[in-house]
């Protein structure tokens, strides 16, 4: 259990969050949401010590062990993947280093041998003989293949290194875990065994995401960053979002509802006051106006982003796009050979590859970047289409016309 009581942490004069009381609870999965700079990574660093509060304190249940998933990816380049997976736990990785030190030694001395004795105890205790294959099968789930495995971390590309990374936080089943975006880089296919992996964890997780789906396929419990403080909702991303939302209309209907009834009673003042046979009434108004508690709501700093298209010249008829045979072919690798599909109107289109290449070298070709393919494509005579690059950083605010 991770107990967390009056915690606060200002920068200077800034207030990230206070008076934070929470309890994190095994079997659950707590998804961490607020809008950007609200405050999540550096919560999930005051939990695993990486930063110190400004007050209060975070105390764990005695010998539960916790796992962060790394941010670096360069920080294991000069080990192998293998290696890198079993440093996720510390503990046990320690006392291989001290064993394998020990036994390299040329004067091997009684006191050696006795310390040797017990590191080889506590490495039985904590399954260490299962280590190496434990790791082995994390890394192989997770789409690192065997021959990658004695390989070192700096020789895979950074989709691979993102899977090795998860895979040490993964590794030797940690009592809690700590998850900042992890789907972040992932792939999909990644992404969907993460969220059955999590799904049947029993641990407490932790994790920070700005993907709805999985937050909704992982969570147990939503934590809201907002207005410097932070609530916790039992229930899905969906559910809090929902609730939330409900719960604002309630109170701004309430307001709606209390404001109207101000503006009768002031009415009703204005109207008697100066009059003498009503003037008492109009007393009676002025106390139940005083009494009238308007609720302020306070402006969120969360913003909801949205994609907001041009209205567009003029209305596209039925066909959009045509594609017949395309093909593209990349220093003798094939990325794709013969697609065909039409494009209709109202058609909302997923392209899927595990690699991204491919995809990119789709679009590529599609917006008119890459004149080096096989196959034709024709677009509707009525449409302007518009593309954004992923690379879009000269492409400034608006969607890029592609004629
Ligand atoms: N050491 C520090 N000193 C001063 N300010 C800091 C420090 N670390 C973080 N901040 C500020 O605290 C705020 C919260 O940062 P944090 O990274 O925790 O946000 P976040 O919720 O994880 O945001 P994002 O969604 O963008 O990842 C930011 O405004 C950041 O600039
Ligand atoms: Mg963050």
């Known amino acids: 259990m991770i107990n967390i009581s009056n915690l606060s942490l200002r920068f200077g004069k800034r207030i990230l969050f206070e008076d934070v009381n929470l309890k994190f609870t095994p079997g659950n999965c707590y998804g961490i949401i607020g809008a950007n700079g609200a405050g999540k990574s550096t919560f999930l660093k005051i939990i695993s010590g990486e930063v110190d509060p400004s007050t209060g304190s975070v105390a764990f249940t005695p010998g539960e062990r916790m796992s962060v998933l790394s941010q670096d990816h360069y920080a294991f380049d000069e080990f192998s993947v293998l290696e890198t997976v079993m440093m996720g736990n510390q503990d046990l990785y320690k006392i291989m280093k ?30 260490g003989w299962n280590a190496e294959s434990n790791a082995a099968t994390l890394l192989s789930n997770l789409g690192i293949r065997e021959e990658q495995h004695t390989k070192l971390v700096q020789e895979l590309d950074g989709n691979e290194k993102v899977r090795v990374l998860l895979a040490q936080a993964l590794f030797g089943k940690p009592d809690i875990l700590i998850l900042d975006e992890p789907t972040n880089d992932l792939d999909i296919k ?21 993907d709805r789906h999985f937050l909704d396929a992982v969570c147990t419990h939503i934590v809201d960053i907002d207005f410097s403080k932070m609530t916790i909702y039992t229930g899905n991303y969906t559910f809090w979002y929902e609730s939330s939302q409900l719960a604002l209309k309630q109170r701004s209907d309430q307001n709606k509802k209390m404001e109207d009834k101000v503006k009768e009673l002031q009415e009703f003042i204005r109207r008697f006051s100066a009059n003498a046979s009503k003037s008492k009434q109009a007393t009676s108004r002025k106390k139940a106006l005083d009494k009238i508690n308007i609720d302020e709501i306070k402006p969120s700093n969360r913003k909801y982003p949205a994609i907001m298209f041009n209205q567009m010249d003029r ?19 094939v990325f794709f050979k013969d697609i065909s599909f039409m494009v209709n109107k109202g058609d909302k289109i997923a392209i899927l590859a595990e690699n991204n290449l491919v995809t990119s070298a789709f679009y590529d070709i599609l917006s008119g970047r890459d004149q080096d393919y096989k196959g034709e494509f024709k677009w509707g005579v009525t449409i302007t289409p518009a593309d954004m690059p992923i690379d879009n950083a000269d492409s400034s605010k608006a969607a890029r016309k592609i004629w």
């Not at 004067?107 to 904590?126: N, P, Q, T, V």
């Not at 209305?315 to 690798?333: R, Y």
């Open 98 to 127: 001290e064993k394998d030190a020990i036994y390299m030694k040329e004067d091997f001395s009684d006191a050696d041998g006795e310390r040797a004795g017990e590191l080889e105890s506590l490495f039985a205790e904590m399954d």
């Open 190 to 210: 990644t992404i969907a065994w993460l969220e059955d992996f999590l799904a049947s964890y029993e641990a407490i997780v932790l994790v920070v995401s700005h």
């Open 315 to 333: 209305e596209p008829g039925d066909q959009i796009l045509q594609v017949e045979g395309l093909s593209k072919t990349v220093d003798g690798q």
